[in-house]
């Protein structure tokens, strides 16, 4: 049996020491599969049925699936829901920032690079991998220190920049938690799946620099309260199950 207790203090402590921590089955493999059903579900699964974005980054060479948490409820509520889980993890106070769905092609590669100031505490999840195989994530050993030091986008690495780099092999449902923000990152090796999904989410310090990327600075819109109205008198409508 796996002690989820001994994982979460080993995640911890390798976080605190090196930036970087390898979550295994961070989702359980039947929750990442079922969490890239209802995204095949919900945007569709061919390019002229897709209702994400049909999009190329900018460290991708091809257009991919992707989609951006604010345009789905539910990609919005994933991600908000793993705060707890990532506050855990990391000692701090966060909030969540933004996440994407993105469905690389065979060949694909993601240009080494850094984040934007909102991937402060970032986590990049596989969901599912169409022939198997493992798809490694390329993490930086020490820190890229970004000439955008304000980090108001994500930044491509200058040529002849060399980091040790090491490659973190990640099977469905397993996620690296890091500092988006100063590990460099990417897939440098082309994609040998037909296709490979996965998630990447995004959070911040409520109280560091960085704070004013909560919600990706949408909070106007959806930090506000609700209200709920009931009739005066109960009509016969249908009863809870
Ligand atoms: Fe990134």
């Known amino acids: 049996m796996y002690d989820r207790l001994k994982q979460l203090e080993t995640l911890r402590a390798s976080f605190e020491q090196q930036g970087w921590a390898y979550a295994h089955q961070m989702f359980p493999p039947e929750v990442a599969m079922a969490t890239l059903r209802m995204f095949e579900t919900e945007l569709g699964n061919s390019r002229e049925a897709y209702e994400g974005i049909w999009g190329k980054g900018p460290f991708t060479e091809n257009f991919c699936f992707e989609n951006y948490a604010y345009r789905s409820p539910f990609h919005a509520t994933i991600l908000w829901t793993l705060t707890p889980y990532m506050q855990a993890m990391t000692g701090k106070e966060l909030l969540p920032t933004t996440s994407y769905f993105r469905v690389y092609r065979k060949g694909d590669v993601c240009k080494l690079h850094v984040d934007r100031a909102a991937a402060e505490y970032a986590i990049s999840l596989t969901l599912a991998y169409s022939d198997n195989i493992a798809w490694p994530l390329w993490l930086s050993e020490g820190n890229f220190e970004s000439e955008n030091s304000n980090h108001s986008a994500a930044a491509d690495i200058p040529e002849g920049t060399q980091l040790p780099m090491l490659k973190v092999p990640m099977l469905p449902g397993d996620a690296v938690i890091y500092d988006g923000v100063r590990k460099l990152h990417g ?15 995004d959070f911040v310090d409520r109280h560091g ?13 959806f930090v506000q309260p609700s209200s709920f109205e009931f009739p005066d008198v109960d009509g016969p409508k249908e009863k809870a199950s």
């Open 187 to 201: 897939r440098a090796e082309p994609n040998p799946n037909e296709w490979s999904a996965h998630l990447f989410f």
């Open 209 to 221: 620099p960085y704070a004013e990327h909560a919600f990706d600075r949408r909070g106007d819109i």
